[in-house]
Nanobody
């Protein structure tokens, strides 16, 4: 089995910074895309940032210039550096990864972390 474990969430004042990390473990042959999503109460889950195996990145317009996604392929981790945080960034942040578990697998499976709470106070 594969498990994604997030860490780094917490409470921070507006303008502050947090760094989220997500580690994938278990049966892993290769990892394609690794993403960060977030979901605020009463809102739909949205893609915050994405990074491919080749380290091509994408960001939601609302976080461009403030957030940076990165990955360490040797450690099977993905991180999200969040700077200049705003109250509207408050949400549960979820790690997502497309993982091929075996050499014989013909496709990547979707895996989600349990989420970590980020609260930004005014």
């Amino acid at each position: 089995q594969v498990q994604l474990v997030e860490s780094g969430g917490g409470l921070v004042q507006a303008g502050g910074s947090l760094r989220l990390s997500c580690a994938a473990s278990g049966s892993i042959f290769s990892i394609n895309t690794m993403d960060w999503y977030r979901q605020a109460p009463g809102k739909q889950r949205e893609l915050v940032a994405s990074i491919t195996s080749g380290r091509r990145t994408k960001y939601a317009d609302s976080v461009k210039g403030r957030f940076t996604i990165s990955r360490d392929n040797a450690k099977n981790t993905v991180s999200l550096q969040m700077n200049s945080l705003k109250p509207e960034d408050t949400a549960v942040y979820y790690c997502y990864a497309q993982i091929k578990k075996y050499y014989s697998a013909s496709y990547y499976d979707d895996y989600w972390g349990q989420g970590t709470q980020v609260t930004v106070s005014s």
